[in-house]
């Protein structure tokens, strides 16, 4: 019994495929909509732009689309003119075959960058493809496996939900970062919903969500060329248009969004190549949620708080000077610092001084998997959290012994 | 036979003892100069601030001071007002038994943080060891020794000047990035001179000679709660005052301060910690200096940078992603990328496009202590150079096996 997942969604078609790029793997992932989208991603903030994504950029600014090709292998990044003609070739040859325009196809692709495009693969693997597209359900499982590169599990999702009485379904699946053989972290996710949504109340969504969720995880700290989310809704349920934020079922769609955003999000944490640790690092009662949001990206990057989460050190020392390095409004003399993991939280900083506590049974909760760093910093009332792995020695291994 | 240092600079006398604090090493160090003197130091800019470095920023306000008094075991950070005290107390001791103001004293810490500090045992050894302060040239070794930590070598330098005709002479100690031990890397630099200069021109040439050189450095991208570089100029030289940027003399002196300060931020590189390479990264024809600067830090500070280069890989994807997320205008298609040790230099990248290199012979110049990086963003004519050192596994274990 699989679970559910993109073909369950209404009016989606998929399939993953093995174009030739990468050996003995798919790496060509297909994903159609009988009727046209609305759709809306966000971009990698990387000043070096992958091919595919300024292409699709292009082809987003009417805010709508009907299919989504990704290849993985080769990122197209720093590809130049062939790389650009690769990509448009990519949709071109989708469009042509589904007889839409150009500007209805997204574009993706991971991999190595820097070496030249493979299009006639592609091509010949979208030619090929199109025609398997189907919404039987083994087809979102090779969908979701051919976006991979070095990650060791496919991502998926799959929610429902009432809206105004209609059921309306929503799935997604996401690439993370594996580190080995791409350059890069590519963080990739694709999200598919039968919602019937108006294009700029879906944008707005859509940008919120991925800065709670997406944003507020580091594996390396790095952005890649490549990233991009992507969410396109055909409308297909039928329900009452979501087209204010005031209405009961906007509220509803977008914190099923969220969710299955922060579900992706956390599956490529726990993928992170090398770490042997998920860690949820909250920051909480803070002045504001952009303090917040800081002082957790800067505590969950740190290379000394990642080394001591290898270590089972309950260094608060390094979590205080990480988030004095935040940027922002830091008093360390009103924070209370707690650790532990899914069960037991012990307070080890209280309002900057040391507590005295077990060190053994701290030491013994941070064996876990599953880790929890909670900062009350005491000025306010924003929260954030935010998820990243911890740095070990298979980490600078993995990372040292790739040769371009 | 020993090299010169801070005791071959007129008037000035030192020393460096154990006080107890740590075990079996000196740890108290005592600069002092006869005749009072024009002083400046640079912070750290983590928001976190240690209580030495808040005391030593009122007593400069006046921009003067005769003696430097630093102890090392304790940082004296998130201390509250016990530490507060406990810096308050360095100070008035060495003032009371030297016959200064405490205003006249310049007071520094490294070590552990938020650990109560031991003021009994450091006001004892300035009492005990402020009556051996001595121009003998061992006494600036111990000196040298006595503010290190983790450091594996005491880093000194010494440098003379003739200015309109004057023989001028400047020396500095330093301490670097030992990680195992403390909970972060303070970096701590002092020097003296016996030049004679206006106190707000020697302001003004810290500052800027810092931002080339120890603010060119990174280890782990963290800034410590301690950081500091202190700069004591005595004009026992007797040179006529530089009082104006317009000076020969003004040029020579910058540019021996910054050639001092230069030497000693590659020294606490060289002794980062669990690091294996010492690594030049130089970015050349930038719009402008910051752009440049910005550039070089994001490449030095990238894990994925660091980690290749452990492993020696000429991995220019990563270099040309890290420096895409420097925040800066960077166009890849412009840069030019060359890799190689001292002595050797390979074009891998020309104007955004791989070159075909002999791949052996780079990893084997990779293979050196000393690598160089340069990067050609053929973009203006601004260029920095700044200096970092590898990740390795030796580091991830060296930080996670230290437990608070």
Redesign the interface.
Known sequence: MMNKNITDVKGFTCWGAHSGVKSMRRDLAIIFSERPCVASATYT?????AEPLKLTRKHLKDKKAQVLICNAGNANA?T?IQGRKGAEAMAKTAAKLLGLKNEDVIVASTG???EPFPTEDIVGGIKENIPKLTNRREAGSFAANAILTTDTFAKEGFSEMMLDGINVTMAGIAKGSG?IHP??ATMLAFIVSDVNIDPDILDETVKECVDDTFNMITV??????NDMVAVMCNGMADNPVINSKEQASYLIFRSKLRELMLHLAKLIVSDGEGSSKFIEYTVKNARDRNTAKKLVRAISS???VK??M?????????I???????G??????KADLFMGDTEHLVKVLDK???VEYD?NFV?KLLREAHIRVIMDVNSGNAQMTGYGSD???D???F??????
Do not use: E, Q
Not at 310 to 318: A, E, K, L, S
């Open positions: 903030t990387n000043k070096v732009v720093c130049g190595l960058i820097g580190m350059n890069m390396d700290g790095d952005t890649s060329t740190s290379v000394l080394t001591a290898f270590g089972r050190d309950p260094n608060w020392g390094r205080v000077c990480a988030s004095g390095n935040a922002v409004h830091f008093n360390y003399k900057g001084k040391p060190r030491k740095l070990t020695t980490y600078v291994l990372n040292s012994v790739y040769t371009t």
